[in-house]
């Protein structure tokens, strides 16, 4: 069941095509997949309580209706450690089109995997599992599913990958928390599942997976043009 | 819907058949069942008169019975009023051969006929089609006799979109010896879809695989179809054309960008168990053993040779295509060897692949079968036969093919297609073991075994 305040996040960004970065983890986190901690701020003053809650480093990005492609524009910071670098990019980031504010969260490590969701005109909605980052479509990593998908799923999936390895443990690395990619994979599906009217595609983008948990460090929900 | 009118029809009306043109579509139809399938075939044609010594009649309510199938083959305006007089005196169901629908943009047509059939629950295959081919039950394709390879009737099935494909690979089924129960051609599948057929054959007594040759379908059709191939107790092949993406086209996403419409379809398909054809050879080799053996296996191979040669391409082939070989302990190495004739015994390798080696004798290949069918880490046995080695002889397909009856475990064998190996050939496919014709489709047919499961 789509939940009311999801529906409103969803009818207010169809005019615009896709969801806002925040407003798409909003909806993440009602599902309970792990999203880093995060705040919009619209003022540099909100940056920095951010940080004096949660200390440095941290990630900031443009909240702008208009830049989708927010790496491409510039408009992604990563490792801010001080007070200066958070203006810096506050300050530049304001200067961009359309700008709503920035998005302060802490910084994720972890393998980058992606899931994603498409809604296929043959089979309808299908989940995408695999290696992400931003060369998943040069390495093409990565397998398919219809949705829903079951819990039997997930081992098939990870299994059906290259660099299957790697989740598992590769060369005295630790295997990532399978129980909370499940989970987390899982989790996805019911959300593409109650939603799937709405949307054209999803991307989550990288998923940073460690022995302890899985977050989603960035999410794209594309929506249906009616 | 009742479909054994289309496929087990007793009477049959073809209707359009010309008086003055033989090689009309539905004068070939007409002579080539008339007389020559138990089936009773009656011509009609609004102008009565005579067709090769049989009254034509002017309209099917003419027809002093009631007709199971209305074979229909006149220009597209009229099938809608034809449909209609088919329902009116209670006939079966019908084949509309006759193209001019939604192909060339006459969609109306198309949902007229549609909506007319629906309404009284009147089967229909096609329009723009072939039409049906039941072996020595009915044949409504409109090509002369003596231009068609016919295959042996047995138990797979093909559904086509295409004739033209259906016809090609009716061909090759008879080159490789794979039997028939069905071949329709669907062609605009206007009412009867894929996932009809499916449903009729997986309760067909006839047959035991089912294959489709898809271009696509419909907006969320492929969800239904794979869905309900996942419930079939029979296992389902499908071959796809029109793999490439049109274009480059735009994407926003990622996702978009690799879930590609062709990604998506051979995924899900792997996803459920149905077995996937990438192209001619897959499907031909994957029908053939399909038919043989319908139960899944994990893909642990036995390879039984003469020549050390083909043993080490039929291992590569192995691994590139997702089967193991696992080498055999030496307790099973010297269990085998034991039983092996004097000659052999001391240079024979046994490790798997077992290369007998050129002195074989039929007895060596029949004890090795034997041991490696009841070896538990091994599900499936290769049988690589080069029958112009002195030592095999042509009772040796059946002799093998006798352990897998015994035995129950899958035995896949590959001889030369050579007519002077015939009867080796027969002595395996007469008693339900496929036999390939090259490593790579005996490779082929074991890889079909492993993917007519859910992965």
Known sequence: ?226 | MDFSPLFQPKSMAVIGVSLQNDQHPANVIFRKNHLRYPVKVFPVNPKGGSLQGETVFKKISDIPQKVDLAVIAVRADHVPDIIAECIECGTGGAAVISGGFAEIGRNDLQEALVATARKADFPFIGPNCLGIYVPSIVDSFFLPSERMVRPDQGNAAMVSQSGGILVDHMLKFKQEGIGLSLGVSIGNKAMIREIDLLEYLEKDPGTRVIAFYVEGFAGGEGRKFVLAAARSPKPVIVIKSGKSPGGSRAVSSHTASLAGDYEVFSQVLAQVGVVEARDELELLSFCESLSCYQTAIEGKIGIITGSGGHGAMAVDLCSAHGLRVPELTSREQESIREDLSKSIKAIASLGNPIDLTGSAVDEDFVSAARHLSTIPEIDCVLMLLLPYLPGITSDLGARLSNIYQKEGKALIAYVPNVEKYGMLIEGFELNGVPVSHSIEAAVLMAEALRRCQPC
């Open chain 1, 1 to 226: 069941m789509l939940k009311k305040g999801n529906k409103e996040i969803l009818d207010a960004s169809r005019n615009n095509g896709w969801v806002l970065e925040p407003d798409a983890k909003t909806i993440l986190h009602s599902y309970g997949i792990e999203v880093p901690q995060f705040i919009w701020a619209r003022s540099l003053e909100g940056a920095r309580e951010f940080v004096r809650k949660y200390g440095f480093p941290v990630v900031g990005k443009v909240i702008s209706p208009r830049i989708l492609h927010k790496s491409d524009a510039g408009g992604v910071v990563t490792g801010i450690n001080d007070d200066k670098s958070l203006g810096d990019a506050f300050q530049r980031f304001s200067q961009m089109e359309g700008f709503a504010g920035m998005l302060v969260e802490k910084m994720v490590s972890g393998i980058e995997l992606m899931a994603g969701a498409k809604v296929d005109y043959q089979f309808g909605p299908v989940i995408l599992f695999g290696m992400g980052g931003t060369e998943v479509e040069i390495y093409r990593d990565t397998v398919l599913r219809m949705a829903p998908l079951a819990e039997r799923d997930v081992p098939a999936m990870m299994s059906n990958l290259k660099a299957r390895s790697l989740l598992e443990g590769y060369r005295g690395s630790k295997p990532v928390d399978v129980g909370a990619l499940t989970r987390t994979l899982l989790a996805f599906s019911d959300l593409v599942m109650d939603i799937h009217e709405f949307i054209e595609s999803i991307d989550l983008n990288p998923v940073l997976c460690s022995t302890e948990k899985c977050i989603v460090a960035d999410a794209r929900i594309m929506l249906t043009t009616v």
